[in-house]
């Protein structure tokens, strides 16, 4: 017999199942024949569990054919029970928390802690107390819960990573209230996680973006250096093979300190990963790949030289003789990624709807915004639609971009002359006119304002 029946017992104050039908024990009460019909039925439920508890309570209260006066008394006597089994559970727990054995003294930095220091939260598990700090508690939880492999969702089980054991819920919610009532923390993935009911299915499902761009800044700070150099250099690679002028191109020389390239190329390369392996629509995606695409031309505009070695040769007097030495350095000046000048300018205007975007956020006004009438590389067909645009180095058609060179030698104009006559072959039912370069625009407009000019006098 469990703890909830022997007080239930006590409560109505019988010894035996048998003794609650005595007639005794019956009042003047019609209705009374009832009530001891649910009573017993506690008793002598077999499989007693707390699910079975509440599910009984459940369908006793929807029972049709009990009176409400029955329900109402039924009732009052659960939650009397209830109540004094919480007080006894309650007790129970103050007293093995109390006698529990301190196990763990120390964070994961190892550094000495105590249960009544500030941020710090005491884990009782199997009779045991495991004190952490909240913040290494926190990072627990977010790498089991956003743990992936190869940036694919892969969830692990959340463990005390002394003893490898698994918290149980009320131990979950336990160190996400303590977060709230105690500390001014704010984590994002435990919050979603709580707001899941802690469902770990529930939550991959519903947060599968947040996930992966928690996994892309987990991958850049505990990835190594090998690792991160052989993507700054996929970043550069693929940089450059959309730049067609080799002036443009960022080179690096393979001596160049890994350290000190992947911190100088971190802030681009958490942009080129969100670019390629963010769960964001495609929209977006192109937006990062227009960010990234602005930002190293800024960087290479800034040095075009960064990254090369530098030779010099000193002369160092050595026993009365003039030896000759080498010196190897790196050209390493580089521009700030966060112009915090400009931050601090924007700063008070960032709230306003109607302030000027910033234009190194997702800007893609030179591809979608044109004036018609200001604009003279702007031409529209009924059917076709070309853009020369030559400071970005693309002409758009239909949607389709192709790379041009603001700066062509005779061979490149030949061959654009031979890709504008390839798609004037492939669309033959539009009538549009090739864009010519800039500098033929410009004669042919000299030449046309000559013409008219002698019309004019004519």
Same mark, same amino acid.
């Given at each position: ?7 239930? !017992? ?6 035996? /199942? ?8 019956? !009042? ?7 009530? /001891? ?42 939650? &009397? ?141 505990? #990835? #190594? ?20 002028? &080799? ?30 392996? #963010? ?29 090369? !070695? ?7 007097? #050595? =026993? ?12 390493? &000046? ?53 853009? =020369? ?45 090739? /864009? ?23």
């Amino acid at each position: 017999m469990n703890t909830f029946q022997i007080i239930l !017992k006590k409560i109505l104050k019988i010894d035996d /199942i048998v003794k609650i039908y005595d007639i005794n024990i019956i !009042k003047d009460n019609n209705n009374y024949d009832f009530f /001891i019909v649910l009573t017993s039925c506690i008793f002598i439920q077999k499989s007693y569990s707390i699910q079975t508890k509440f599910n009984f309570l459940n369908e006793s209260l929807k029972n049709i054919f009990v009176t409400h006066e029955i329900k109402t008394l039924f009732l009052n006597l659960f939650c &009397k029970v209830q109540k004094i089994y919480r007080g006894f559970s309650k007790l129970a727990l103050l007293y093995k928390y109390k006698k529990a054995k301190l196990i763990i003294e120390y964070d994961l930095c190892l550094n000495p802690i105590k249960e009544n220091d500030k941020n710090v939260f005491v884990l009782f598990q199997n009779n045991n107390k495991y004190l952490f700090n909240i913040n290494d508690l926190i990072k627990i939880i977010h790498n089991s819960i956003a743990n992936t492999s190869h940036f694919f969702n892969n969830p692990l089980p959340i463990k005390n990573p002394y003893n490898n054991v698994i918290l149980n819920k009320s131990t979950l919610y336990n160190i996400y209230f303590y977060i709230r009532t105690q500390t001014l923390l704010n984590p994002d993935l435990l919050f979603y996680f709580f707001k899941t009911n802690f469902n770990i299915n529930q939550f991959t499902e519903n947060h599968k973006f947040l996930i992966r761009n928690y996994a892309i800044n987990i991958y850049l700070i505990n #990835s #190594s250096n090998d690792k991160l150099h052989e993507d700054t250099e996929q970043m550069i690679e693929t940089y450059n093979y959309s730049i067609i002028n &080799k002036n443009n191109k960022i080179i690096i020389d393979d001596e160049f300190p890994k350290d000190l390239l992947i911190k100088i190329m971190k802030p681009y390369l958490h942009i080129f990963f969100l670019s390629e392996y #963010s769960l964001l629509n495609a929209n977006a995606r192109m937006k990062y790949k227009k960010l990234l695409q602005n930002k190293l031309m800024e960087f290479q505009n800034f040095n075009p030289t960064f990254g090369r !070695k530098i030779v010099k040769y000193v002369n160092i007097m #050595s =026993q009365q003789k003039i030896l000759r030495k080498t010196v190897e350095t790196f050209n390493s &000046k580089h521009i700030v990624f966060h112009d915090k000048n400009k931050e601090k300018k924007n700063f008070m205007e960032s709230h306003n709807l109607k302030c000027k975007e910033d234009p190194n956020i997702f800007d893609l006004s030179d591809d979608d915004e044109h004036d018609d009438e200001d604009d003279p590389d702007f031409f529209e067909d009924e059917n076709l639609t070309v853009i =020369q645009n030559s400071d970005n180095n693309f002409i758009n058609i239909n949607n389709s971009l192709y790379l041009i060179n603001a700066y062509q030698t005779d061979e490149e104009s030949n061959f654009y002359d031979e890709l504008n006559n390839n798609i004037l072959q492939s669309n033959n039912n539009l009538n549009i006119n090739v /864009i010519e370069n800039n500098h033929d625009n410009t004669n042919n407009n000299d030449d046309n304002n000559v013409n008219n000019d002698n019309d004019s006098f004519s």
